[in-house]
């Protein structure tokens, strides 16, 4: 504004700073969360309304958020896994962020609890991929999947999670082996070996060990007779008998019935299927009743509590879970005990591998939308590329136009048409008040335990 | 198949239910009203029991002893807040109010403790049972092949002593001949000099005490959790009016039936359905009541 005489008035220079303020406010609040993103140059600023568009890798754009989400389990009875799954998490995110993160973004994690139920899971999902943004899922339990299936297939972001076990997740899931068509994906995939793998790895382990006559007693959930169920189809097809099978509530104050029941029939061993709560109790009263036998403890059961609360009585018990022995286990080692004290479990190794191969298909779609992802999970994981076990050498052969192979920590992670992963078992027995690995079955061996195209 | 050893298992389940069937029954049959919080009563002793055992630590037998007082102050001071100022409103308040502070009290304990189970750790389990014979006791061949356990004839033998004590309480004592006398008719116990508040006040302390002492034996057998009441007041509940709503000796009775069936349809119901032994349970309630709808030995309270 001029004055008559010629010259700015005071309040029209105070008006004219306070309006190009407000203009320099709103752009940089634009660069946020506008919705006039960049258009992919390499400086741009990405973008869509949820920020995680960007341009093509190799001179596309960098995003300005990458946001991976991660239910989990803080609380509940599964909250002892949960410390050994968010250390090796963030001890990928560590490396990945290190190495310039996925199209030069670093990636964020939103962690929120489930509890484990699916009804917090189903609120935590919603909020992780409408409110946070998250571009890919790392998280979810076979009990939060399986009620949830539906509704997960409806969010049509990938969701890849380093715990299920469940059978029902054997033909289920994945891209049907073809990445660039999602009208045939179930957008689920798992980075850890499924009950089939390991359940076959303990029933062969059990063979092995010259126990042709068996007990059951489990617990009358799905997952645990979901457990029974897959130990029982190799064993019984490879020439063991089940004896007796007692199927028995949670939560029970006692279990002596149940296992006088049991223990009234004669075997050479005995599997536990039970959650860890249930399963001290009834071991506790097996080893005040002095029953004997050989116990086969089913794969969350190879805990330290267990040993703890039951004693020395379970001496001998083994355990099989998830092999922690993948092509480059060592690498995840060295970074999860840089990352902080928690103990590894079969599930960290698992966790570690999620979050490299959702990272590397961000890279190689050159955007982070979830079906970029969807695409590209496959590709980086099962290909013919050049073998990388880490995100940086991954990044760099993208770079240089090479396609990747990624192996992990856990298993190679090629993932079958349904989203899984095949690999090695691990035996844990316990001795002298600690469960100690004994035995690693090689993944092809197990594999001799599993129907063709049953998994 | 065992049937001695069922039978036995069958008792020392039936036993700690005893134990807190009577404290429900007698708020039942003196305050006149169905306690759904009683559960957390349990749950409330328990979690003494344990900070008093392994937190502190102290001995075992003092630490249940800390739970059956916990329970009893617990029990007096939320009637005095909850149940007393609405003691006029009638039952159906009165129950209502209990099914909300059950609800409260559950959460609030969760909030506090975790979601998780706790345990008695292994070196105060093995001092648990200090001054009983290192077990297990057995097997015995004498009746059979069967076995006990030194924790079963510590549940055996708390139940045994609660029933004694209680039987003097109730026929030796001017507080549990108004008691009687008050679960026989308020008013008239009133006229004839009876501290009825007093009384109530009694009934409320010795429920939490009883509450206090199944909680904690619940959870030295097996664990401590919040939902540990709640997971057992059905039982507690069948056993109550099975043996007749109000009627102590007939919890008793009622506690130790629902304790066999348990155990003895564990072993004997055909393959596959052993899970259903809770089930089997609340049938033989439902059979029993439709028999004898007022339960097995209504009224026991004001007989005794």
């Not at chain 2, 001995?59 to 007082?69: D, E, G, K, R």
Request: net charge negative.
């Amino acid at each position: 504004m001029v004055s008559d005489n010629g010259t700015a008035t005071r309040r029209a220079v105070l008006k004219g700073v306070g309006a190009g303020g407000l203009v320099g406010v709103a752009g940089c609040l634009g660069v946020e969360g506008g919705d006039e993103g960049g258009d992919g140059g390499t400086e741009g600023n990405g973008g869509g309304s949820t920020g995680t568009d960007g341009g093509t890798a190799g001179g596309g754009s960098s995003p300005d958020s990458i946001v991976f989400g991660q239910p989990a389990a803080q609380t509940g009875q599964w909250d002892f896994l949960q410390p050994g799954v968010s250390q090796a998490t963030d001890a990928a995110l560590q490396n990945i962020n290190d190495a310039g993160g996925p199209l030069g973004t670093e990636v964020e994690l939103v962690r929120r609890d489930t509890g484990v139920n699916p009804q917090e899971a189903r609120t935590v999902v919603t909020q992780l991929i409408e409110n946070d943004g998250a571009s890919a899922i790392l998280g979810l339990f076979s009990s939060e999947i399986n009620p949830l299936w539906d509704f997960l297939q409806e969010q049509r972001t990938p969701v890849v999670t380093p715990w299920p076990g469940s059978t029902f997740l054997d033909t289920r899931g994945g891209d049907k082996g073809t990445p660039e068509n999602l009208d045939d994906d179930e957008w689920v995939w798992r980075t850890v070996v499924g009950d089939t793998v390991h359940t076959a790895g303990n029933a062969k382990r059990t063979l092995d060990e010259g126990f042709e006559t068996i007990g059951v007693i489990n617990g009358n959930t799905e997952g645990e007779r979901s457990y029974v169920e897959g130990f029982l189809a190799p064993y019984e097809a490879e020439g063991g008998s089940v004896a007796q099978r007692v199927e028995v509530g949670l939560g029970e104050s006692s279990y002596q019935s149940a296992l006088e029941r049991l223990f009234g029939a004669d075997f050479d061993a005995f599997l536990v299927s039970l959650p860890q709560e249930s399963a001290i109790t009834m071991l506790s009263d097996w080893a005040d009743g002095g029953y004997g036998g050989q116990p086969v403890l089913s794969d969350t059961l190879g805990t330290q509590a267990v040993i703890d609360q039951v004693g020395d009585a379970l001496n001998g018990a083994w355990a099989a879970s998830p092999g922690q022995s993948g092509p480059n286990y060592d690498t995840f080692e060295q970074a999860f005990q840089n990352a902080g004290d928690a103990e590894v479990n079969a599930w960290s190794p698992p966790a570690w591998d999620a979050m490299h191969v959702v990272a590397l298909a961000v890279e190689r779609a050159g955007e982070a939308t979830p079906e970029a992802i969807e695409r590209n999970l496959g590709p980086v994981s099962g290909g013919e590329g050049m073998t990388v076990s880490t995100f940086a050498e991954g990044k760099e052969a993208l770079a240089n136009g090479e396609e990747v192979n990624f192996e992990g920590a856990a298993t190679p992670t090629n993932f079958t048409q349904h989203g899984n992963v095949f690999g090695s078992v691990t035996i844990s027995v316990a001795e002298n008040g600690e469960f100690t690995e004994a035995e690693v079955i090689p993944a092809e061996e197990v594999r001799g335990f599993v129907e063709e195209g049953e998994y | 198949m065992g049937l001695l050893q069922n039978v036995i298992f069958g008792l020392v389940t039936g036993s700690y239910i005893a134990i807190a069937a009577i404290g429900f029954t007698l708020i039942y049959g003196i305050v006149n009203m169905i306690n759904f919080a009683y559960g957390e009563y349990l749950t409330i002793g328990a979690f003494v029991g344990l900070l008093t055992a392994v937190t502190l630590p102290l001995p075992l037998p003092v630490a249940v002893l800390v739970a059956m007082v916990g329970g009893g102050v617990a029990s007096l001071v939320l009637a005095r807040l909850f149940f007393t100022p609405i003691n006029h409103t009638g039952p159906v308040p009165m129950l209502l109010t209990s099914i909300g502070l059950g609800i409260a009290l559950r959460n609030l304990i969760r909030l506090a403790a975790g979601r998780n189970a706790r345990y008695f750790d292994t070196e105060t389990a093995t001092f648990r049972l200090s001054g009983v014979p290192d077990v297990p006791v057995g097997p015995f061949d004498l009746l059979g092949d069967f076995f006990v356990t030194s924790e079963h004839l510590v549940v055996v033998g708390c139940a045994v002593a609660v029933f004694f004590l209680l039987h003097g309480l109730l026929t030796r004592t001017d507080v549990g001949i108004a008691m009687r006398a008050m679960g026989d008719d308020e008013d008239l116990a009133r006229v004839r000099g009876v501290d009825t508040q007093w009384i109530r006040d009694s009934v409320w302390v010795l429920a939490g005490v009883l509450a206090g002492l199944a909680g904690v034996l619940i959870a030295i057998q097996t664990n401590v959790s919040a939902g540990t009441g709640y997971s057992h007041i059905l039982q507690i509940l069948a056993a109550a009016i099975l043996g007749g709503a109000g009627s102590p000796y007939g919890a008793i009775a009622g506690s130790y039936i629902i304790g066999l069936v348990l155990s003895l349809s564990t072993a004997f119901l055909p393959g596959g359905m052993t899970e259903l032994s809770s089930a089997m349970a609340f049938l033989i309630l439902i059979v029993v009541l439709l028999v004898k709808p007022s339960g097995l030995a209504a009224q026991e309270v004001r007989e005794a």
